[in-house]
């Protein structure tokens, strides 16, 4: 359900989380984990192209820009990229492009791909159900759909509860969401298992899926 407090500004928030984002070990992780799920059910053709969405800084789409031909990381934090830009400048890392969109507003224009990924992204987007209509339409045929996100939480989760659309998700849910988007051969994995103290101080573990789908 979404908050009804929400405004338009807090979708820019991740804006002023930026400079920090990578200094959280459990994010790290985090993605690291959600990386090595998506390369293990995915498989990836080395000539792939992959559309990272929800990018952030880049920790899931630099692990994937080796195993692929190209990584286009979307996100609408233009800080968020700006993070990841500086990764890049600095390693010269070659096959990893940023852009600045948000498909909720206005989808970009930028071809074709074999793989759609998103990371801990879906539940920051006010209606997911069109996004994996976007994704389908990106997607060629056979091409590969990799969603990782919480399993259904308490709201406790994020410092603020206002800082998220949704409290993870159901697996069943998402399933049938993607079916309805035209995927087919869903399964879902457990990618990851964390503990983290919620917005109350209480420690809690949380389980992140991974979602993998084709399009049919
Ligand atoms: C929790 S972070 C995850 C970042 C990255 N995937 C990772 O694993 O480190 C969520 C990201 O989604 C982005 N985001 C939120 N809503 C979005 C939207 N509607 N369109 C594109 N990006 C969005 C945020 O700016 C943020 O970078």
């Known amino acids: 359900m979404i908050p009804s407090h929400m405004q338009e500004t807090e979708l820019n928030r991740f804006d002023a989380l930026a400079a920090e984002w990578d200094a959280n070990p459990t994010r790290v992780e985090l993605a690291g984990a959600v990386a090595a799920a998506i390369l293990t059910h995915s498989r990836p053709e ?13 920790l899931v789409s630099l692990q994937l820009s080796r195993h692929a031909s190209e990584v286009v990381a979307v996100d609408s934090s233009r800080e968020m990229l700006r993070g990841l830009e500086s990764k890049l400048a600095a390693s010269g890392i070659p096959n990893v492009k940023t852009c600045a969109a ?4 206005e989808p970009a224009s930028l071809g074709m791909f074999d793989l759609v990924v998103s990371s801990m992204t879906l539940h920051h987007v006010r209606a997911p159900r069109p996004l994996l209509g976007r994704f389908q339409q990106i997607l060629r045929p056979g091409g590969r759909l990799a969603l990782a996100d919480l399993d259904t939480e308490e709201g406790f989760f994020h410092g603020r509860p206002e800082d998220a659309f949704h409290r993870g998700f159901a697996r069943e849910e998402v399933g049938q969401w993607l079916a309805e988007a035209g995927f087919g051969n869903i399964s879902f994995h ?7 103290k919620g917005s109350d101080d209480r420690e809690r573990e949380y389980t992140v899926f991974l979602a993998v789908a084709e399009r049919l």
């Open 46 to 58: 080395r000539s792939a192209r992959v559309l990272d969405y929800g990018a952030g800084t880049g």
């Open 102 to 105: 948000d498909f909720e507003r």
């Open 190 to 196: 457990t990618a990851h298992r964390l503990t983290k």
